[in-house]
């Protein structure tokens, strides 16, 4: 039985796009696949998705999600434009579209543009997508085209927001949205332990923490202008004032550039491997 869509890699990722394209109503359970290797994870997948093929094989699928580990791209998305790929969306991180594109060019008909044309997406999905508030770039290879690009959207749209940007963009997305939320939570850690040296039991301050998050996440979405929020925060002479004052002589801001440049620069150094 031929699918609509497999997706190879049964992870958090896998299972969070899984996940929302059935939610979503778009996507019927019995035209979805789920490739995963390991065989208490396709057991944990067969319970939570009913009607998903789950399979440790891939599977003859039209389009294909890549939700495996960088490395493991290429060679992966070879064995799916084999097994009948035309489609192939990729949401690993530093693999560039040429590189999956000269990949299942290979494997269809030897030169990148000979053979059946099986049209690349790669995309830069992050981890709120687990709770459908994520945001994606995307961007197409050499034989992507718009219908290609709307179809990535369907997928990733199920599980937040989606952007379409050159690929050119795509470490400094990387560095901010992919890694982001890690600097959130590192923010949120902080904030947690700072409120319990400052007197306050943990137990209450991982919770006033989190809806701190949440509350001021929903009060920019709805507003939007960040420095205008925090100006509205931020009395003169007031004890915002003092905290943000020393954010401002330590440079806050610019740690914050040195983080994002730095993961750029990894992102770019994966990219080139």
């Given at each position: 039985m031929a699918h609509d869509i497999a997706v190879i890699g049964g992870g958090n990722m896998g299972a969070a796009l899984l996940a929302g394209m059935i939610s979503s109503g778009a996507f019927e359970p019995a035209h979805l696949a789920v490739v995963e290797a390991a065989a208490a994870r396709r057991d944990q997948l067969a319970e939570r998705f009913p009607g998903v093929t789950v399979t440790a094989e891939i599977v003859a699928a039209a389009n294909v999600v890549l939700a495996v580990k960088p490395p493991d791209v290429p060679d992966v998305a070879a064995a799916a434009a084999r097994a009948g790929a035309w489609r192939v969306l990729s949401i690993a991180a530093g693999v560039t579209t040429s590189t999956i594109d000269d990949a299942v060019a290979a494997a269809t008909g030897g030169a990148p543009d000979e053979g059946r044309r099986v049209a690349v997406v790669r995309a830069m999905p992050n981890t709120p997508s687990l709770v459908g508030r994520g945001v994606a770039a995307i961007c197409g290879g050499r034989a992507a085209g718009p219908d290609d690009?709307?179809?990535?959207?369907?997928?990733?749209?199920?599980?937040?927001?989606?952007?379409?940007?050159?690929?050119?963009?795509?470490?400094?997305?990387?560095?901010?949205?992919?890694?982001?939320?890690?600097?959130?939570?590192?923010?949120?850690?902080?904030?947690?332990?700072?409120?319990?040296?400052?007197?306050?039991?943990?137990?209450?301050?991982?919770?006033?923490?989190?809806?701190?998050?949440?509350?001021s996440a929903e009060l920019l979405a709805r507003e939007g202008d960040p420095a205008a929020l925090r100006a509205m925060v931020t009395s003169p002479g007031g004890t915002t004032a003092a905290g943000v004052g020393v954010l401002e002589d330590r440079d806050v801001r610019g740690i914050i550039a040195d983080v994002v440049a730095a993961a750029t620069t990894r992102s770019r150094e994966l990219g080139a491997r």
């Open positions: 690009l709307a179809w990535a959207e369907s997928v990733l749209g199920a599980v937040g927001t989606c952007v379409r940007l050159d690929e050119s963009r795509f470490d400094a997305v990387t560095a901010v949205t992919g890694s982001g939320p890690a600097y959130v939570f590192f923010l949120a850690e902080a904030l947690i332990d700072a409120g319990v040296a400052s007197g306050l039991p943990t137990e209450v301050a991982e919770p006033m923490v989190t809806q701190l998050l949440v509350g």
